[in-house]
């Protein structure tokens, strides 16, 4: 096993040991797929130490991030690629570096609402942001990710949203006697040139939005979007099996 695929294992074994001591429990339906771009709804710092549970991943990020006290820190260590909003030159060469990782099967993975919210409701995807997977032909698969109590409503606890510090945010976290990280990886969406990246960003967001909210899939116009409808729905009707 190469050094790189080691440190991917030990950074999967630490985010599954990090959501244990914090009484976070992971239940998952479906599986990542490798060399694939991971998009998914943002609600907590905790969605990325959900995600490298399933599958340790390389993350997209702005570059403000990278200067936040300890969420900064932890975002560097975690493979973080930091991007510089509104600069085409360093978005063309974060594109590369991206393409590069998914043409050696790897994961990248990015939240394209570009802000968190509470976890009821998913925001507008950037759908630039999708470009890299678009240019190396690689597939995009939405995550839905939620919080829940153990009796399966949606729990506030995790969010990190607002004026909500660090501190505030990993305190309502530990208040909770046991909170459940319910995550849902629908099929991969494959990127073709007849699809465009805001029918894949629409597509994938309401893919996402359903899974948090336990509805059905989303019925697809496969002349628009080449894409197995029942894969979806077997899918998505995992979550309750």
């Not at 599954?16 to 490798?34: C, F, N, T, W």
Request: with cysteine; proline share 7%.
């Amino acid at each position: 096993m190469t050094s790189s695929a080691t440190h991917r294992r030990l950074r999967q074994r630490w985010s599954r040991r990090l959501l244990a001591l914090l009484g976070v429990e992971l239940q998952a339906s479906g599986a990542i797929q490798p060399g694939c771009l991971v998009v998914a709804n943002h609600i907590s710092w905790l969605d990325i130490f959900v995600l490298n549970a399933l599958a340790p991943s390389a993350f997209v990020s702005k570059a403000e991030v990278r200067g936040w006290p300890v969420v900064g820190w932890l975002a560097a260590k975690n493979e973080t690629v930091f991007l510089r909003r509104g600069s085409r030159g360093h978005a063309k060469i974060i594109n590369g570096e991206i393409g590069t990782l998914l043409d050696a099967g790897r994961n990248v993975a990015l939240f394209p609402e570009g802000t968190t919210t509470d976890g009821t409701h998913v925001l507008h995807f950037h759908a630039a942001l999708l470009q890299p997977a678009i240019e190396s032909r690689h597939a995009i698969q939405p995550v839905s990710i939620s919080y829940r109590s153990p009796e399966g409503s949606l729990s506030p606890a995790p969010a990190y949203i607002g004026d909500v510090s660090l501190g505030e945010c990993l305190a309502a976290i530990i208040a909770e006697p046991r909170l459940v990280a319910r995550t849902l990886a629908a099929p991969p969406l494959p990127t073709t040139e007849s699809v465009t990246r805001r029918a894949l960003a629409e597509t994938a967001r309401d893919v996402i939005a359903r899974g948090i909210a336990d509805k059905p899939a989303p019925t697809l116009d496969r002349q628009t979007f080449p894409i197995s409808c029942e894969e979806i729905v077997a899918a998505e009707n995992a979550v309750h099996s």
